[in-house]
């Protein structure tokens, strides 16, 4: 292991983490809030760090090791540092609580510890939602765009952005890395406009603009969307959380070749949009039968729940937990499923489970004519069984570790509803769950061993596992 060449990277993402910080010290300013001097005085601690570790002469260039190291070490040194402003301003009364809050942010998770949001000072508004959106298209990602001294930046692109098929936009990785953030920009900048002409203020609509495109679902109101109370809000978050669920380097080709053909040719997409619309006909169905509401009624709430949690953006526009069981239990369903690989989603994406579907049913068919050759394809390719497997372990260890989770959160009391929705919220970067954390409620309630044992599933979730389990293996570090 190159340790040089790994802290030398990490002291580059901790400055360019100060430098993004005195933005949200901007708005804290501009408000007069005293919670400019948290800023301040993070930012100040950020920088000395970064600057001692990019005194750190780098030896060596990039393997796939020390890809993996920088990305595991990058993220949590850049949540620990991201959590000392709600720390210091006392916005949150343990450095736990600070921790999870930054950790849900920068995995785009959303699930919050934090009672009433709308008492908090716009500046940490600003800067936990700030967190969704660098986390989003990956920090690391924005890192190759800016710094062109990350040379063999492959290995920081693939453990970051992992995927079972890896698709570079363009040949040169920094320029995929821009086009990609060029991208996630505009769409950001045209939800924006659309929330503002609706009846959001700038600011808000900052926020959930950040929250939408970044699938993260941090909102300005303790009632999420549900809190406006405007269909036209409600319309335009659900058609950016849906475009923000779709791979991204697919909207480079739609432009490139000036077609929906590369949307329309995708099996993937295909699925989401289907699984989206059965969902969301047995949730009206529901919705309408034994919990009473008029069928357009049933219909808005069910597309944009179902909408928001396939995506695992999380926001709400009502009281989920309310709901009959069997809407709650399609929801919980689908905070496994996830959206598209190369999305801003978390969870299995879809991929994955089409790809499993075809594997098994493959497995059927060859029971009965063992000698047939049924390969298994996606978009008319057949996939090499190195794919399959990597998939199949994958979904071997995401379950694993939702198991895990599970038992550990339960230990600590509470009821298995909670425990369960809990931990495939987190693990699947999704946010609200059920029970005592259902979407009215927050995390704040868990006992702290919880909070930590949370934090590590939504990095794990966030970064598809591997990357972070790896530092926990002693022939990691081996030379």
């Not at 303790?222 to 659900?238: D, K």
Request: hydrophobic share 50%.
């Amino acid at each position: 292991m190159r340790l040089r060449l790994v802290f030398n990277s990490i002291g580059k993402l901790l400055l360019l983490e100060a430098l993004i910080m005195v933005i949200p010290l901007g708005v804290a300013l501009y408000d007069q809030s005293p919670d400019w001097l948290a800023f301040g005085q993070t930012i100040g601690l950020t920088l000395l760090v970064g600057f001692l570790l990019g005194l750190i002469r780098p030896k060596g260039e990039f393997r796939r090791r020390e890809g993996l190291a920088v990305v595991g070490l990058g993220w949590l040194s850049l949540t620990v540092f991201g959590a000392l402003p709600f720390l210091l301003s006392g916005t949150t009364l343990t450095y736990t609580d600070a921790f999870f809050e930054t950790m849900s942010g920068f995995t785009t998770t959303g699930a919050t510890i934090l009672p009433d949001v709308e008492q908090v000072a716009r500046g940490l508004l600003f800067w936990r939602s700030l967190t969704h959106w660098l986390g989003g298209m990956g920090i690391i990602v924005l890192s190759l765009a800016l710094f062109p001294a990350l040379r063999q930046g492959v290995f920081l692109y693939e453990a970051e952005v992992p995927s079972p098929f890896p698709d570079k936009v363009v040949p040169r990785l920094r320029k995929t890395a821009a086009v990609l953030w060029a991208i996630y920009t505009g769409f950001t900048l045209i939800q924006l406009i659309a929330l503002r002409l609706a009846g959001m203020s700038w600011f808000e609509g900052t926020i959930h603009a950040f929250g939408t495109l970044a699938t993260g679902g941090y909102s300005t109101r303790n009632t999420s969307v549900e809190g406006f109370h405007s269909l036209a809000i409600e319309v335009i978050i659900i058609v950016f959380m849906f475009l923000a669920g779709l791979n991204f380097s697919l909207y480079y080709r739609v432009a490139k070749k000036r077609s929906l053909k590369p949307l329309f040719s995708s099996t993937e997409v295909r699925v989401f949009f289907g699984v989206i619309i059965v969902a969301s006909l047995l949730v009206t169905i529901a919705l309408s039968g034994s919990y009473g509401l008029s069928l357009g009624e049933a219909c808005r709430h069910a597309v944009f729940q179902v909408v928001s949690i396939i995506t695992t953006t999380g926001f709400s526009s009502d009281n989920f937990d309310q709901w009959p069981d069997f809407a709650r239990a399609i929801l919980l369903f689908l905070m496994f499923f996830g959206a598209c690989t190369g999305s801003t989603a978390g969870a299995l994406k879809i991929a994955r489970v089409v790809v499993l579907w075809k594997y098994a049913c493959r497995q059927v068919r060859k029971t009965f004519n063992p000698r047939q050759v049924i390969p298994t394809k996606l978009d008319g390719v057949a996939l090499p069984p190195t794919a399959i497997h990597a998939i199949a372990v994958f979904f071997f260890m995401y379950m694993a570790i939702f198991v895990i989770g599970t038992l550990g959160v339960s230990a600590t009391g509470v009821d298995l509803p909670t425990a369960i929705s809990a931990a495939a919220s987190c693990l699947g970067n999704v946010g609200p769950g059920l029970a005592a954390v259902g979407p009215l409620k927050n995390y704040g309630v868990l006992h702290p061993y919880a909070k930590w044992m949370l934090s590590l599933m939504m990095l794990a979730g966030r970064l598809e596992i591997l990357p972070l389990l790896v530092l926990f293996s002693p022939r990691f570090w081996h030379k």
